[in-house]
T-cell receptor, first 113, second 113 residues
Framework: SQKIEQNSEALNIQEGKTATLTCNYT??????LQWYRQDPGRGPVFLLL?????KEKRKERLKVTFDTTLKQSLFHITASQPADSATYLC????????????FGIGTKLQVIP | DADVTQTPRNRITKTGKRIMLECSQT?????MYWYRQDPGLGLRLIYY???????NKGEISDGYSVSRQAQAKFSLSLESAIPNQTALYFC????????????FGQGTRLTVV
């Protein structure tokens, strides 16, 4: 069956360092991969989308990589700030129609001042 | 004002009661979705709708029903609430032009006692 794995353990990182979050998947061939941010008690907020034929995507301090051979996406936040503390979800989309998107459980990031 | 608004934000109800969660959006999107989020399980799709006349079951539709009253309104009903329906519920929208990010509401925390 399809499976998405994100670090279930929280990730603690010092302010100013680069945070790297991992999303691994099995039995899946996503055409697109998305990353969302979720704050406690709030809905997820879209951050970045990367296509299967793209290796890397950047937006300000955020960078996403997508390796379809390794079946892995890495999500990087450079120069991390306490305001980046949140849970980050990866979402795999096989077709771009969104109705078949599968979400990971998320990784909680804590940036320590 | 939020693009996607859910009411109520919090609700406690008794087993066996009927309850309706409401969602309205100002994005002008045709596609709307209902998800539930449980600790350790991530977001799971309950129902989705591509337009007013289109309703589709998602991964976990048993025990739920929906109504698409207008392009902007999509409600979720629990006909006879049970304790394992205690969860955080999210409504989301996306456009139908292809690869799409989703816009989520703030969520409804439902507790069934």
């Amino acid at each position: 069956s399809q499976k998405i794995e994100q670090n279930s353990e929280a990730l603690n990182i010092q302010e100013g360092k680069t945070a790297t979050l991992t999303c691994n998947y099995t039995n899946y061939s996503p055409a697109y991969l998305q990353w969302y941010r979720q704050d406690p008690g709030r809905g997820p907020v879209f951050l970045l989308l990367i296509r299967e034929n793209e290796k890397e995507k950047r937006k300000e301090r955020l960078k996403v990589t997508f390796d379809t051979t390794l079946k892995q996406s890495l999500f990087h936040i450079t120069a991390s700030q306490p305001a980046d503390s949140a849970t980050y979800l990866c979402a795999l989309d096989p077709s771009g129609g969104y109705q078949k998107v599968t979400f990971g459980i998320g990784t909680k990031l804590q940036v320590i001042p | 004002d939020a693009d996607v608004t859910q009411t109520p934000r919090n609700r406690i109800t008794k087993t066996g009661k009927r309850i309706m969660l409401e969602c309205s959006q100002t994005k002008g999107h045709d596609r709307m979705y209902w998800y539930r989020q449980d600790p350790g399980l991530g977001l799971r799709l309950i129902y989705y709708s591509f337009d007013v006349k289109d309703i589709n079951k998602g991964e976990i539709s048993d025990g739920y029903s929906v109504s698409r009253q207008a392009q902007a309104k999509f409600s979720l009903s629990l006909e006879s609430a049970i304790p394992n329906q205690t969860a955080l519920y999210f409504c989301a929208t996306s456009d139908g032009t292809g690869v799409a990010e989703a816009f989520f509401g703030q969520g409804t925390r439902l507790t069934v006692v």
